[in-house]
């Protein structure tokens, strides 16, 4: 099979077959992947959840994780988000010519733990190889099917004023890892990434019976987009409050070094609830129970006023707009 | 939103919202997809068939289609050759920063007109931007869903002993297209690829009544690909009459000048169906009565011997193994 990846494991041919038959099969191996047909055939009834995402992180390895648990990670959570329970991914790959094949089988296993730990089957996938220059290593396509419990009805255009704003855990942590493994940085504590599947926190939110009116997990653009997003759909005003927005030390000194607001970087393993005032408690104690959200606040509620704005009360005593990121604040961060 | 495609465009801050806001959310549009939750959430019942490929076609246009029309009509037919009728795509972009805005709408209008054609839906989607020189261009990933037909059992693995092997029309086409254009080579009659939905015609074969054992859209690998991964999966012998087989002219000529055997170039709009030998007859006619399968031809028939293998009728009288392709013929085709 030799060392590095060639042109040809992505043609079609033998050694296409031989990549998926020796190298990924084995790993993710079930009884809808076997079969190597062209789609999956699954048994599903009810209210689907199905969503899509390509990861284009750099590097591929950053502390705490790597493309390949990105790749399964960011899907579950992006399926738990809507209120399903992830049950099957799609796992398609573009590999730059000249990638080693250790490195592959690394991102792979390193996949195929994080769908263990979520409990999710990778049932269908794709490989291609581009040549040397034409893409950045590894991207790696993830989409995913999941169930919606019955009762569920969770969307960004749910929020009512009144309700709470509950966030899992500190923020900033992924996009300040990636960052610094970039750019080569050493803090005296480093900051790993906080990529983790949060289904199982999921699970326990919905457990609780409280009505859920918005989750989702705050990456890209950070908690600042994923409130403005919420408060744009719902077409109300969110107030947070600074004081009570869990930061690291670590990643805040990050932050001031590098000249960024936490508030827009990208997380991996945190969510936002927005919940029913009256279950707030519930909520928070169910998710502090959780392996993922031993750090779970109130940070804010949901206001009448500045429909579609974001409002925090500063440390100082004063309101500022958030507002969404405008310019690119960390590119290829997932 | 300016003329470029920039690396804020990938953000997940303003300038993606606005993207997807302006440019995407009015081509496709569906009560689905105007959500822009993390996931679309559909009713679905029964036995799904779930798929997914990334597109990496160099150049991104070529003559009869784009990377944009492929993209919707592979991940199509890919659903469509378990059986399922095609129902909802997700459509996830890797950007290399610096596409053109107009190229990126007129992929889009085109993966659109696709979708339109094959009558299914996008219902969610992601947006990534890479810096120059990461990716090349564009990469499209699309997954799909759809239902299959009760009573349907398709798969590579179903072929048996007399069952006739049915190919709808000439080959080559897709691979040769993309070539030409690439090495900027000119025929004095031009190829374009036959880039098309195939779920039409798929619905024709099922409509027909006859036991339908295997179906597959000979893409990377061509027609040989196909065959080979049919006569593994069902351990069983293919023959195929060389006679029977469809080339075009200028395809047969362009493979003359280029050194290219046209049982190896991928088809982006044929199928190879392994039919039960007492209604092969009516599969065909079904065929030839649709848009994409008016050229349908029996090309040869399963066997007992050389299982695993797939043997050709010569036109010199003579017998010869047509292995899968061992090295890569042609690098990102599809």
């Known amino acids: 099979m030799g ?29 809808f992947l076997r079969q190597l047909d062209d789609s999956a055939v699954l048994d599903l009834n009810g209210r689907l959840a199905f969503t899509t995402d390509s990861y284009v992180v750099n590097p591929i390895f950053f502390p705490g994780g ?89 969307s960004g255009s749910n929020a009512r004023p009144g309700d709470r704003v509950i966030l899992s855990g500190p923020i900033g942590e992924h996009g300040i890892a990636v960052m610094s493994q970039r750019e080569g940085l050493r ?28 989750l989702r997990d705050p990456t890209r653009g950070g908690l600042a987009g994923t409130l403005n997003e919420f408060a744009s759909a ?13 930061v690291g030390e670590a990643v805040q000194g990050a932050c001031e070094l ?9 997380n991996e393993g945190k969510l936002v609830a927005v919940v029913d005032p009256g279950g707030a408690g519930r909520v928070l104690a169910a998710m502090r129970e959780c392996r993922y959200g031993g750090g779970a606040v109130t940070i804010g509620e949901v206001i009448a006023e500045h429909p579609g704005r974001v409002v925090m009360s500063t440390l100082m005593g004063a309101s500022r707009i958030i507002d969404m990121l405008v310019g690119e604040q960390l590119p290829r961060i997932c």
């Not at 099957?88 to 250790?102: A, F, N, P, T």
């Not at 950045?136 to 569920?152: H, K, M, S, Y």
């Not at 480093?190 to 859920?212: F, R």
Request: glycine fraction near 10%; hydrophobic fraction near 40%; include cysteine.
């Open 66 to 154: 790597d493309i390949g648990k990105l790749a399964v990670c960011g899907t579950v959570n992006d399926l738990s988000m809507s209120g399903a329970r992830p049950m099957y991914l799609s796992l398609s790959l573009i590999i730059e010519e000249g990638l080693s094949m250790s490195d592959l089988n690394f991102i792979m296993r390193s996949a195929r733990d994080a769908a263990d730990e979520a409990g999710v089957k990778v049932v269908t996938g794709d490989t291609k190889v581009v040549d040397r220059g034409s893409a950045d290593r590894l991207f790696i396509n993830t989409a995913g099917l999941g169930v919606i419990r019955p009762g569920v009805d969770i």
């Open 234 to 246: 719902s077409k109300v005003g969110i107030r947070i409050d600074e004081k009570s927005i869990p």
């Open 3 to 31: 060392d590095k990846i060639l042109l040809a494991h992505g043609s079609g041919g033998k050694l296409t077959h031989d990549l998926v038959a020796k190298h990924f099969l084995p790993l993710f191996d079930n009884s």
């Open 187 to 214: 803090f005296s504590s480093p900051v790993e990434s906080d990529c983790a599947p949060l289904n199982g926190l999921v699970e326990a939110i919905l457990d609780s019976g409280v009505e859920i009116r918005c």
């Open 258 to 266: 590098l000249g960024l607001d936490p508030l827009y970087v990208a």
